[in-house]
């Protein structure tokens, strides 16, 4: 197992613009997946990219994965004041452990 | 569709009081989990179980006991809580990695958990 750091710790922007947080870690992954939390609730599930995809769309969302670099790149296009939330990378690895990091707060003004 | 059900959602305890967070899920997920999540951070993994009967420490273990009799139900039991132990606790759930899994872990709306 090992931990994502996402960066940046925090995020404010404008309706409409577009959301870039990225996420580093340490050692080959079978795949890395994000997850979004607004305030009070549980993680959920947002995307998945596999250790031998560049790139994956869904929605308003697109994630970049460098392997080489061991680091992901999660964007939010025309973002909306429902995106405000905490946006989490997870490298797995594998296993039974996934560790998470600080996260990106986003907080998007309307 | 249930998914993963936490209960209670709120708690408030006393020093030296032990209660059990509740947890069960619908979804026949071999794999379950216990994390922590204190103001500002993200999440620490407490205990985590790949199967009834098999249950493992994560990074936070101390204060916490697990145990998974079924495949639906994965309690979290503090048996003496402490200040230290206010926070919000999710589970989550998984089908086995072992079986193809991708690891994806599916949360509960979280137990929020105040020792005074």
């Known amino acids: 197992s090992q931990q994502g750091e996402e960066d940046p710790q925090a995020l404010s922007i404008q309706e409409g613009e577009n959301a870039t947080m990225n996420c580093s870690y340490k050692?080959?992954?079978?795949?890395l997946q994000w997850y979004r939390q607004n305030s009070g609730r549980g993680l959920v599930h947002l995307i998945l990219i596999r250790s031998n995809e560049r790139e994956k769309h869904s929605g308003r969302l697109r994630v970049t994965l460098d392997t080489s670099k061991k680091s992901s790149s999660l964007l939010i296009t025309a973002s909306r004041a429902a995106d405000t939330a905490s946006y989490f990378c997870a490298p797995y690895t594998g296993g039974f452990k996934t560790i998470f990091g600080a996260g990106t707060r986003l907080f998007v003004k309307a | 569709n249930a998914g993963v059900t936490q209960t209670p959602k709120f708690q408030v305890l006393k020093t030296g009081q032990s209660m059990t967070l509740q947890c069960a899920q619908d979804m026949n997920h071999e794999y379950m989990s216990w994390y922590r999540q204190d103001p500002g951070m993200g999440l620490r993994l407490i205990h985590y179980?790949?199967?009834?009967?098999?249950?493992d420490q994560g990074e936070v273990p101390n204060g916490y006991n697990v145990s998974r009799s079924t495949t639906e139900d994965f309690p979290l039991r503090l048996l003496s809580a402490a200040p230290s132990q206010t926070s919000v606790y999710f589970c989550?759930?998984?089908?086995?990695?072992?079986?193809?899994?991708?690891?994806?872990?599916?949360f509960g709306e979280g137990s929020r958990l105040t020792v005074l």
């Open positions: 050692t080959s992954i079978n795949n």
């Open positions: 179980s790949v199967g009834a009967g098999i249950t």
């Open positions: 989550a759930s998984s089908p086995d990695p072992d079986r193809a899994g991708t690891g994806e872990l599916f």
